[in-house]
């Protein structure tokens, strides 16, 4: 049987349910990528997400070579393109079955249908699997059949139904002879001809991508390899992670999640490390490994959110009634938030860490997205944008899911009084202000009492706004809404 396998976001060859499975399935294997640019863009997918993807494809087209499994790399604008040009591909290259991995945002599940469907007419299957995520989002339910809305229910279903699961790693494919190539560069001169499709790129540059976005993913190795060497190492400060995970001037996170996102790293390969550690339990012995699923587990939660409640990809809050808010429309607060010019010491050296290496600490998302809803009341789809232009690891589910749950309009189970105070997460998680001087150097010179709420100086902005005075306003601007 001839197999073709649609690389997306499960880039790498370890672990890739659908991989493994044509692997299992077929004798000649293919493997096809499709870069839609127009559609990423309208997802706001930002220079770093697309380099990191793009350049984790590269590393993933050497590693299928040694298997000398091809990868083919074609480029339509948008999703509703890609039905008819999977359709001919498969016609020409006489393909049997098509492999992928499920995605869940609304735009991807359409396109996939209408794959499915294109497909059909050739009597070819498509078969997704559940790889992404460790369960099939929607199949976790409450008793009254809907979606969990709450994480710690969801948690518990998930532990009782699924604790005692290994969620063991798949092995990569066997190498094997390939027998696609042959009609390859006849389908391509007709594909090219038709301005259909374009070769990989030698670069992220060539494919028109500045490289790291202004040079901000360099730092970012891409890939594989190196997410799995990030992984080992994250091994040994496992044990730490719940002491340390708060603190952003430490290494205290697996800074995994941008290989998680394009899929250079499995959930599989970091659930298989942390049950290790943790005697094959979720909860409880270590208290690293337990706070490192349980984060896991927030992952999976927003992953099914996305598709038990598809209206969150429609650019709707969770909560309808939250679309009454009367969010300011100043430009000016935007902009200084944006550019880490607010005048809140932690809001801009965790601004300043987004806008030069394209990551956040986790910590620092919560204050900096509390900070933009709650005391410059701006619209949390403006601060998600930003997000998704900026980070490395920019995913709708988790991006959108905790923007959302910053600005109370989302899932949170806590009230929407509460907002965070940024000079108290700053003394209590930053205590000394290391953060703070490695991304404001201008800063350097005070002292850890000053440095959280610096006195007026002439390199500084004074604050663009009074946080007791804004904390009062959201909280109204909420309670008439009538929650
Ligand atoms: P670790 O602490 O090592 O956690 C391991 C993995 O668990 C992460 O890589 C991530 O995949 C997952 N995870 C951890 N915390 C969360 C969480 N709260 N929600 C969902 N998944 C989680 N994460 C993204 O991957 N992409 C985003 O675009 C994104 N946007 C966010 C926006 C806001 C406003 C907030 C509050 C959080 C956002 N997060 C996002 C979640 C979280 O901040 C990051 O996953 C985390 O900081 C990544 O660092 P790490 O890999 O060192 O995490």
Redesign the pocket.
Same mark, same amino acid.
Do not use: I, K, Q
């Given at each position: 049987k001839r197999g073709l396998v649609w690389l997306r976001n499960d880039l790498r060859v370890h672990d890739n349910t659908a991989l493994y499975r044509a692997d299992r399935g077929c004798e000649a294997l293919a493997a096809v990528y499709i870069a839609c640019p127009e559609t990423w863009a309208s997802h706001g997918d930002g220079d770093n997400?697309v380099a990191m993807r793009l350049r984790s494809l590269q590393v993933m087209q050497d590693a299928l070579a040694k298997k000398h499994i091809s990868l083919y790399f074609l480029e339509v604008p948008t999703f509703d393109r890609v039905p008819e040009l999977l359709k001919q591909l498969v016609e020409k290259l006489e393909v049997e079955a098509l492999f992928a991995n499920a995605e869940y945002p609304v735009n991807e599940l359409e396109r996939d249908q209408a794959v499915r469907a294109a497909l059909r007419t050739l009597r070819v299957p498509v078969e997704y699997s559940t790889d992404r995520t460790l369960i099939p989002p929607g199949s976790l339910a409450t008793n009254s059949g809907d979606g969990f809305k709450v994480f710690t229910p969801f948690k518990r279903a998930f532990i009782a139904r699924h604790g005692d699961e290994s969620f063991a790693p798949l092995p990569a494919p066997s190498a094997r002879p390939q027998a696609h190539r042959d009609q390859w560069p006849e389908w391509i001169a007709l594909a090219s001809e038709n301005n259909l499709v374009r070769s990989i790129p030698k670069t992220v540059g060539d494919y028109g991508v500045a490289p790291g976005g202004r040079g901000r993913v360099l730092q970012w190795h891409a890939g594989e390899p190196a997410g799995r060497k990030l992984l080992q190492d994250?091994e040994a400060r496992l044990p730490d +992670?719940e002491a340390c995970?708060d603190f952003p001037a430490i290494n !205290?996170? &697996?800074? =995994? &999640?941008? +290989? =998680? #996102?394009c899929g250079a790293v499995s959930?599989r390969q970091?659930v298989q490390l942390a049950l290790e550690e943790n005697g094959g339990r979720w909860v409880g012995r270590g208290e690293g490994a337990s706070s $490192?699923l349980n @984060?896991?587990i $927030?992952? @999976?939660? +927003?992953q099914h959110l996305v598709v038990n409640y598809p209206k969150v990809c429609r650019n709707k809050p969770f909560k309808p009634e939250t679309e009454r808010v009367p969010w300011s429309r100043s430009e000016k607060d935007f902009k200084a938030w944006c550019d880490g010019e607010t005048g809140v010491p932690i809001v801009d050296a965790a601004m300043a860490q987004l806008n030069q290496t394209g $990551? /956040?600490?986790? *910590?620092l *998302? /919560?204050v900096?997205?509390s900070f933009l809803t709650k005391n410059l009341l701006i619209d949390w789809r403006r !601060?998600?944008r930003y997000? /998704?232009q900026q =980070?490395v690891? %920019?995913?709708? %589910? %988790? #991006? #959108? !899911? !905790?923007?959302q749950? %910053?600005a109370s309009t989302g899932t949170d189970a806590a009230p929407y009084f509460r907002v965070f105070n940024p000079y108290s997460q700053s003394k209590r998680f930053d205590a000394e202000g290391k953060f703070i001087r490695r991304f404001l150097p201008q800063l350097r010179g005070l002292s850890a009492k000053d440095i959280h709420c610096p006195p007026p100086l002439e390199s500084y902005p004074l604050p663009i706004c009074n946080v007791t005075e804004s904390r009062k306003r959201a909280i109204e601007a909420f309670a008439n809404l009538k929650l």
């Open positions: 997400v994250f +992670y995970r !205290g996170t &697996s800074r =995994l &999640s941008p +290989y =998680l #996102n959930v970091c $490192w @984060e896991l $927030w992952r @999976e939660f +927003y $990551w /956040m600490h986790n *910590r *998302r /919560m900096v997205a !601060g998600e997000f /998704m =980070l690891d %920019a995913d709708f %589910a %988790a #991006n #959108n !899911g !905790g923007w749950w %910053a």
